[in-house]
Nanobody, 121 residues
Framework: EVQVMESGGGSAQVGGSLRLSCKAS????????MGWIRQSPGKEREGVAVFGSDGNPRYEDSVRGRFTISKDNAKSTLYLQMNNLKPEDTATYYC???????????????WGQGTQVTVSS
């Protein structure tokens, strides 16, 4: 059984930084697409950053240059370094993985439970 668990959320001031971690376990060798998705109250989930099946990172426009996605294959762990945080980054952040990157954000096969990020001024 594939399990996904995020950690590292919390509160930060505007301009501050947080680092999220996502540990995947189980039969995950074939799951080549790993990404971070967030959801703010009253809004749909949106993709933030993803490692595509080609291994290249892609970012949502509003976070490009501020967020960095990385992974440690040996530890089966995905990271999201978030710098220069803004109030609009406040959301629940989810880690999701799939064999191939889905066309829609909700198309990932496996999801974590989410971790809250709150940015205040």
């Amino acid at each position: 059984e594939v399990q996904v668990m995020e950690s590292g959320g919390g509160s930060a001031q505007v301009g501050g930084s947080l680092r999220l971690s996502c540990k995947a376990s189980g039969p995950i060798d074939y799951l080549s697409c790993m990404g971070w998705i967030r959801q703010s109250p009253g809004k749909e989930r949106e993709g933030v950053a993803v490692f595509g099946s080609d291994g290249n990172p892609r970012y949502e426009d509003s976070v490009r240059g501020r967020f960095t996605i990385s992974k440690d294959n040996a530890k089966s762990t995905l990271y999201l370094q978030m710098n220069n945080l803004k109030p609009e980054d406040t959301a629940t952040y989810y880690c999701a993985i799939s064999p191939m990157c889905p066309i829609t954000t909700m198309g990932y096969n496996y999801w974590g439970q989410g971790t809250q990020v709150t940015v205040s001024s």
